[in-house]
């Protein structure tokens, strides 16, 4: 298999993924949004595909989701969405990939860049949509769409992620290698 037709391959289970898991927290607005299911297959595909892909499959996952299942809203949310995501996809992917030793630190950064990145850019976008409206978004609406109502989903990210990164290369599916001696006893 070529290498083009795995990274494809890889990006729509990733899509699928995307479309699936949050038809697991569907039930309850509130998980769905403190688990953020979405958010695991994007930053997944940047890490594991690479920063073009992630951008992609962040950009096109909130849209494709709500014509095909009618959530999230279309308008400010999977728009506003779609943006973020491709932030994640892309930010994850690109600081993981440029870093100079794939290992459980470089992951942490990245993760973490990404997610600051992203939920930036969410911000400004909903508050460029919802000023087209004449609407208000406040500082305080930002700092709870971004960050409060999201620790759950951000901790989750931040534990399950690396995880699977870590049984991944046990597998060999991902390769970590280090400088030192100590970050490879962190892996």
């Not at 951008?55 to 009618?70: E, N, S």
């Not at 100079?100 to 990145?117: P, Q």
């Not at 992203?118 to 000023?131: D, E, F, N, S």
Request: charge should be positive.
């Amino acid at each position: 298999m070529s290498e083009k037709t795995k990274k494809l391959t890889l990006s729509a289970l990733f899509i699928a993924l995307g479309l699936v898991l949050p038809l697991l927290t569907g039930q309850l607005k509130s998980l769905g949004n403190a688990f953020l299911p979405m958010h695991l297959p994007v930053l997944l595909c940047g890490l594991i595909v690479g920063p073009l892909y992630g951008l992609l499959v962040g950009l096109i996952l909130p849209i494709l989701r709500h014509f095909t299942f009618g959530m999230p809203p279309l308008y400010p949310t999977a728009i506003a969405m779609s943006f973020e995501l491709a932030t994640y996809g892309y930010i994850v992917g690109f600081v993981y990939k440029n870093s100079r030793w794939k290992c459980i630190i470089a992951l942490y950064e990245s993760l973490i860049i990404a997610m600051i990145a992203g939920r930036i850019v969410w911000g400004i976008t909903t508050m460029i949509l919802l000023g087209i409206n004449g609407q208000a978004f406040t500082w305080q609406m930002f700092i709870a769409g971004a960050f409060l109502n999201a620790i759950p989903g951000i901790v989750f990210q931040l534990i399950f992620i690396p995880s699977l990164m870590l049984a991944l290369h046990k597998t060999g599916l991902v390769q970590f290698h280090c400088n030192s001696n100590r970050v490879k006893e962190t892996l």
